[in-house]
């Protein structure tokens, strides 16, 4: 009898093959924003337009529609005691597992730090600084998310960053969920809001009289906050436009079928979440099929991750790994697993673009999600074609330093002088010209 889930499974022997993966890699690129004149699109406009006249009153309006709480502008802010309450509270040894991921987080930050790299000496040279003030996105989904906190709060302290602002929905009881408000306590952050989507987005971006404006905006969120922060690019900085959780995975017949199944519903049940195999192997491909019919009824949200499966997920079976490989690049996806025996490290080799690649059939999705060091915010949506995950150099910015002294204005004066006249810029020129004249 026919499964609901057959139809994700294709190969390169049907006419359709490569339509189909083009519809996949479209439904990928789509998914994080609404269309701007949709009529979600144009909701997310007019929020933003709300708050430049309206500031906290829109907050509150929007809050109470969205998230069905009422919030005074007093009650943005979460207090310093119910956050040192939270931290009290939290189970133990799960703080004792926050503690070490933190660690492991903040030992490879500081590992690829370049911000301690400035270079002032001779003609030119380049000097880097921490981003001011930065606001941290963290979604308030049915469940809690303090690795988002980790992933997002350390690479930024590790930058120097001084003033670090978290928002987060009141979907817990009317407020944050105290396993998050645990983290930020952990790490020291006291300036949380107990405020999400749109609303937040626009109060970090613009400022109200309560909430202060940042100067970048980083973390995850669904399609409303990711409108939002498209939208908002320019006047605050962005970290990336990203949209529903993805793991693709390269499996030759060294894989095991039975773990690559796994971890696509890991992804996939995020709901939305994408989830795709790349194989050489029609027996691989079918195995991985039979295991995902057989796993996902196991799981508490088998409905939501179904769909997910249908609408953003797929079994490739190519003529050779090699194609497989060129275009799991081309699909620039948010996690890229390889499980190809030894050859492993040598396919990871050759892609080009990931946000993270996950090598060996013992580095699942949730090694990098929760504990390795890596931060999990990644670009999706085939974003990794021209961005990168988040890290401690996204938190700084470089100025460029140009010291001549006169002799070098001198050595140089004519070629300047040159290249001005020829774009009409006379006054420039003339600034190279006056110095000359000794004036």
Not at 43 to 52: H, L, P, R, S, T
Not at 392 to 410: G, H, P, Q
Request: glycine share 8%; charged share 25%.
């Amino acid at each position: 009898m026919p499964h609901e889930l057959d139809q994700i499974l294709i190969s390169h022997s049907q006419p359709d093959f490569s339509g189909r993966l083009v519809q996949l890699r479209m439904a990928l690129c789509q998914a994080p924003t609404f269309n701007p004149r949709s009529e979600e699109g144009l909701k997310v406009a007019k929020i933003i337009e709300d708050f430049w006249e309206h500031g906290d009153q829109a907050v509150t309006k929007y809050t109470r529609e969205f998230d069905k709480v009422d919030l005074t502008p007093q009650e943005f802010r979460v207090s310093k005691k119910d956050l040192k309450i939270a931290h009290t509270e939290i189970d133990k040894d799960l703080l004792t597992s926050i503690r070490q991921a933190i660690e492991n987080v903040r030992k490879y930050q500081v590992k690829i730090f370049i911000g301690n790299k400035s270079n002032l000496s001779g003609e030119t040279g380049i000097k880097y600084t921490p981003i001011r003030r930065i606001g941290i996105c963290v979604p308030g989904a049915s469940a809690p998310l303090p690795s988002t906190v980790i992933m997002t709060v350390v690479p930024a302290q590790v930058a120097g960053v001084k003033e670090i602002v978290v928002v987060s929905p009141p979907r817990y009881n009317g407020s944050i969920h105290p396993v998050i408000l645990a983290a930020c306590h952990e790490l020291g952050i006291d300036e949380v809001y107990r405020i999400g989507g749109v609303q937040a987005v626009a109060a970090l971006a613009t400022g109200t009289d309560t909430i202060r404006e940042v100067d970048k905006i980083v973390g995850p969120g669904n399609m409303w906050v990711q409108t939002a922060k498209r939208l908002l690019f320019g006047e605050v900085g962005i970290d990336s436009i990203a949209g529903p959780s993805e793991v693709l995975i390269i499996a030759n017949d060294k894989a095991n079928p039975v773990w690559v199944a796994a971890d696509m519903l890991s992804q996939a049940e995020h709901a939305p979440g994408s989830a795709l195999a790349f194989t050489d192997s029609d027996e691989v491909g079918e195995k991985i099929l039979d295991e995902l019919k057989k796993q996902v009824g196991q799981l508490s949200r088998a409905d939501e991750t179904s769909e997910c499966l249908k609408q953003y997920s797929g079994i490739a079976v190519f003529n050779n790994l090699d194609h497989a490989i060129a275009k799991a690049s081309e699909f620039a996806v948010e996690h890229l697993q390889i499980q190809c025996g030894d050859e492993s490290r040598e396919i990871a080799d050759k892609i080009e673009n990931a946000g993270a690649i996950f090598i060996g059939e013992y580095s699942p999705v949730a090694v990098g999600d929760y504990w390795a060091g890596p931060s999990h915010t990644l670009p999706t949506g085939g974003g990794a074609r021209f961005s990168s995950a988040l890290t401690s150099n996204d938190f700084i910015k470089s100025t460029s330093i140009i010291e001549y002294d006169k002799e070098k204005l001198v050595e140089s004066a004519e070629d300047i002088i040159r290249l001005a006249e020829v774009e009409g810029l006379d006054a420039h020129a003339k600034s190279i010209k006056i110095r000359l004249e000794g004036r």
